[in-house]
């Protein structure tokens, strides 16, 4: 099992910048994913970049390269999305999401279906 607590959403300008959090718990080992993945209203939930634990591997989906930044905290169980020039369309509830990589599995890319466990979400709005 494993546990997810994001933080750090809020309001921001166009061309601003937030650093959410997420804090994990649990079973958390080197075959370990953790991913960021948002939800629009109405719309379906979209992957936005994941880490590998065992690789220490960063993949980013294309909408979001160059833009957002995902991290972890070496000395404790914290990932973080860092998002800059921050556009109106990001404006979603924001999701963590972590899951067990397969033996053999070297890659995890942020395919919703794959993730297992899920936080609450923190909102991330952003004014033009």
């Known amino acids: 099992q494993v546990q997810l607590v994001e933080s750090g959403g809020g309001s921001v300008q166009a061309g601003g910048s937030l650093r959410l959090s997420c804090a994990a718990s649990g079973s958390i080992g080197s075959r370990t994913c953790l991913g960021w993945f948002r939800q629009a209203p109405g719309k379906e939930r979209d992957g936005l970049a994941t880490?590998?634990?065992?690789?220490?591997?960063?993949k980013y989906a294309d909408p979001v390269k160059g833009r957002f930044s995902i991290s972890k905290d070496n000395t404790k169980n914290t990932l973080y999305l860092q998002m800059d020039s921050l556009k109106p369309e990001d404006t979603a509830m924001y999701y963590c999401?972590?899951?067990?990589?397969?033996?053999?599995?070297?890659?995890?890319?942020?395919?919703?279906?794959?993730?297992?466990?899920w936080g609450q979400g923190t909102q991330v709005t952003v004014s033009s």
């Open positions: 880490f590998y634990l065992g690789g220490r591997t960063a």
């Open positions: 999401a972590a899951r067990t990589v397969p033996y053999g599995v070297v890659n995890c890319i942020p395919r919703k279906e794959d993730f297992g466990y």
